[in-house]
């Protein structure tokens, strides 16, 4: 496996790349999102909306992201977030990662 950093990316560029057709060009915004963005609700908002996607991907990652948002942040509107990842509970492409991220917001948010 190939580590590389995810890219730090501007507001304007995350917002052109979250709104683009590649499925590439979304994951690595939500990665900078997660990673380097100070605004924990803007990110939640960002990653709350990837879970509503058709790509699989980037439901899983944006699940992912929450996570690494409570851990980073030690913040996140629980009860939304738990909410959302309840009407993705069934959904078998991500359900492993639903279940990673509300483990790191029991864990990070108090």
Known sequence: ??????PVYDRSTVEKA??????????EALLS???YDPDWEWAQRKFLDGLESSNPDIRG????CLGHVARIHQKLD???VITAFRDHLN??????Q?????????????
């Open 61 to 64: 990652l944006s699940a992912t």
């Open 1 to 6: 496996m190939n580590y590389k950093n995810s």
């Open 33 to 35: 999102i997660a990673f």
């Open 91 to 96: 959904d078998s492409a991500i359900s492993g």
């Open 78 to 80: 629980k009860v939304r």
């Open 98 to 110: 639903i279940e990673d991220a509300l483990s790191d917001i029991d864990m990070f948010v108090k």
């Open 18 to 27: 979250l709104d683009s057709k590649e499925i590439k060009s979304v994951c």
